[in-house]
């Protein structure tokens, strides 16, 4: 048979019409939200860690993935919560390994679809959580909550702050007004209720957050770049190639 000549097979591609309703959207665009909070919560009502589950649940219902620092208190709530609703929970350890995890540092393994093992103590576990996540939840918590809150706003990542009755919320707004840096970072939101929350850090993500979408061509590969929430074609971008 025949080969179809260039220019015919060119008119027709010409003709050919993409229907987004289609598109094949890998799984890696999907949301990444960070949950931080107390792993020791002796100081904590329970109120706090039932607030935390309900977080980690409105992570899930508003379709996109938990991640938090593998660990126990209010992280491991919020684990609950998006495991409960079916969702994807992705812990980041400070631990080399498994037995590390367990055995040393006394962290669970439960509610995680994924553990990763960065070797890299509590201080460096902070940032690499952070860093894989598209933006940060605070709930209630200690020194390394606030830690994890300090690079994230460094980073310019968005930052949801739960408020509730313990002090984590008040003492963050204290040392943001105080910091002389709050117009860095205008993507910081303060709520009660975790659905609002959930729903504002979603929507400041969607600001910011890159996609990239399957356009029809004869290549197959991804040639069209979307940003923000009005998601605009750009001019395809050309892949990189080994050399």
Same mark, same amino acid.
């Given at each position: ?31 990444? +939200?960070?949950?931080? %909070?107390?792993?020791? &919560?002796? *100081?904590?009502?329970?109120? $706090? ?6 977080? !980690? ?79 940060? +939840?605070?709930?209630? %918590?200690?020194?390394? &909550?606030? *830690?994890?809150?300090?690079? $994230? ?6 930052? !949801? ?83």
């Amino acid at each position: 048979m025949a080969s179809m000549p260039a220019r015919h097979l060119l008119a027709r591609l010409s003709r050919f019409k993409y229907d987004k309703s289609m598109t094949d959207r890998h799984e890696h665009f999907k949301i990444k +939200i960070a949950v931080s %909070g107390a792993a020791e &919560t002796g *100081h904590l009502t329970e109120e $706090a860690l039932l607030k935390a589950e309900e977080v !980690g649940r409105e992570v899930v219902r508003q379709g996109a993935i938990l991640v938090t620092g593998a660990t126990t208190g209010i992280p491991l709530w919020a684990a609950k919560g998006a495991k409960e609703e079916s969702g994807v929970s992705i812990g980041i350890s400070p631990a080399i390994g498994e037995r590390e995890h367990v055995e040393q540092y006394g962290l669970p393994l439960d509610y995680m679809d994924l553990i990763m093992y960065t070797g890299q103590g509590y201080s460096g576990r902070d940032i690499l959580m952070t860093r894989s996540a598209d933006a940060v +939840i605070i709930c209630a %918590g200690r020194m390394g &909550t606030i *830690h994890e809150l300090t690079v $994230a706003f460094e980073d310019r990542k968005p930052i !949801g702050i739960l408020v509730g009755p313990w002090q984590t919320d008040e003492e963050i707004k204290l040392i943001i007004d105080q910091s002389h840096r709050a117009a860095e970072n205008p993507m910081v939101a303060f709520e009660a209720d975790p659905k609002v929350l959930v729903e504002k850090v979603v929507q400041f993500v969607k600001q910011t957050k890159i996609e990239y979408y399957k356009t029809a061509g004869s290549s197959g590969a991804f040639g069209r770049l979307c940003e923000g929430n009005d998601c605009l074609p750009i001019p395809s971008v050309k892949p990189i190639t080994a050399k």
